[in-house]
Nanobody, 121 residues
C-alpha cells in the first residue's frame, strides 16, 4: 500500500512561519510530480505549489513570494516552507502525489489526510 502523511501544521501568528512535510511510505511504486493543495472553509480546494521529479517548482500567485517547496527523492519526502503567513493562508493543507504501482500502467493521484494550518493573532 501507499500512504502520504502530512505533518507540521499548527497555529501561528500572522507573519510567522511553518514548515510542512509530507512523507510517502510503502514499496513497489513509482512517484512523480508532487503538490501541496489547501482548502479553506467554504472554498474549493486550490493548488498551492507543485514540484517535479527534477525539482522544478511552480507556485500559486498568492504564495510565490512567501512559500518554498522542496523534495528529497531518496527519502520520498516533500516540504513546504511557509513564511510571512497571513490569515488568508488558514486552511487544511493536503499533500498530493502522482503515483504508479509497480506492475501497472496507470498513474493515479494520491492524497494525504491533511494538516490544519491556522494563522491568527
Amino acid at each position: 500500500q501507499v500512504q502520504l502523511v502530512e505533518s507540521g501544521g499548527g497555529l501561528v501568528q500572522p507573519g510567522g512561519s511553518l514548515r510542512l512535510s509530507c512523507a510517502a511510505s510503502g514499496s513497489s511504486f513509482a512517484i512523480n510530480t508532487m503538490g501541496w493543495y489547501r482548502q479553506a472553509p467554504g472554498k474549493e480546494r486550490e493548488l498551492v505549489a507543485t514540484i517535479t521529479i527534477d525539482g522544478t517548482t511552480k507556485y500559486a500567485g498568492s504564495v510565490e513570494d512567501r512559500f518554498t517547496m522542496s523534495r528529497d527523492n531518496a527519502k520520498r519526502t516533500v516540504d513546504l516552507q511557509m513564511n510571512n503567513l497571513k490569515p488568508e493562508d488558514t486552511a487544511v493543507y493536503y499533500c498530493n502525489a502522482l503515483i504508479r504501482a509497480w506492475g501497472t500502467l496507470r498513474w493515479s493521484d494520491y492524497w494525504g489526510q491533511g494538516t490544519q494550518v491556522t494563522v491568527s493573532s
